[in-house]
């Protein structure tokens, strides 16, 4: 019987979810990271991409027919009809190779498959999951994460931690929240604590079943 564990991983901008997930690996999960599947997702030629052309214009494409991210950027974020069909087009192909991705790992016996994704519950992923955990920060530790990683402004910083939901937006579906400004090997822990928690618990209900059987 194949017993992996998929576990959604989720939250806000800068709250650190990279570095649990980093935590999470060396202790022998196996890690899905949503944003380079739609990397993936979106080659040049690729079905996606081609859909992509075909709503936001062929200009979004590059002559080799690779992506101008910056194009389909300044289209897809100019008002939120844009934003939603851009998500329209590209989270089926996510989910569908995120499946894929789970399938091997599955394959591969890992026990935990972390799958690590900004737009968990927006592009459907959540469904996919077992357990929803999701990293918080404080607001100001994230502003300075966000900055010193992307390079940015204190403006452009804030420009992307307001266009986000609320904290509320995620931690109301979460099954565990972790503190992403705890140590990362901390979080880990916390949430391997609450898979063996789990699985106890989901192994109990069985056994009632079977001796009610």
Not at 30 to 57: Q, T, Y
Not at 83 to 102: M, R, V
Not at 134 to 146: F, L, S, Y
Request: aromatic content about 8%.
């Amino acid at each position: 019987m194949n017993t992996s564990l998929i576990i959604g991983l989720t939250g806000q901008t800068g709250a650190g979810k990279s570095s649990v997930c980093a935590a999470l690996e060396k202790t022998g999960a196996a890690v899905i990271n949503a944003d380079a599947v739609a990397r993936e997702v979106m080659k040049a030629k690729s079905p996606c991409l081609v859909s992509l052309a075909e709503a936001f214009g062929e200009d979004v494409l590059d002559k080799d027919g690779s992506l101008k991210r910056a194009v389909l950027a300044k289209k897809a974020f100019s008002d939120r009809a844009s934003t939603d069909l851009l998500n329209s087009i590209t989270h089926p192909f996510i989910i569908k190779k995120t499946e894929e991705y789970i399938d091997f790992f599955r394959n591969k016996h890992y026990n935990m498959i972390i799958f690590d994704a900004p737009q968990l519950f927006e592009s459907g992923g959540g469904k996919l999951c077992d357990i929803i955990a999701v990293v918080t920060a404080p607001w100001e530790v994230r502003k300075m994460r966000i900055m010193k990683r992307d390079g940015i402004d204190e403006k452009a910083a804030l420009l992307r931690m307001n266009a986000q939901h609320d904290m509320s937006y995620y931690t109301e579906k979460a099954d565990i929240v972790l503190d992403g400004s705890e140590p990362p090997a901390e979080s880990a822990d916390k949430l391997s604590e609450y898979v063996r928690k789990f699985l106890s618990e989901k192994n109990q209900a069985a056994d009632r079943r079977l001796n009610f059987s």
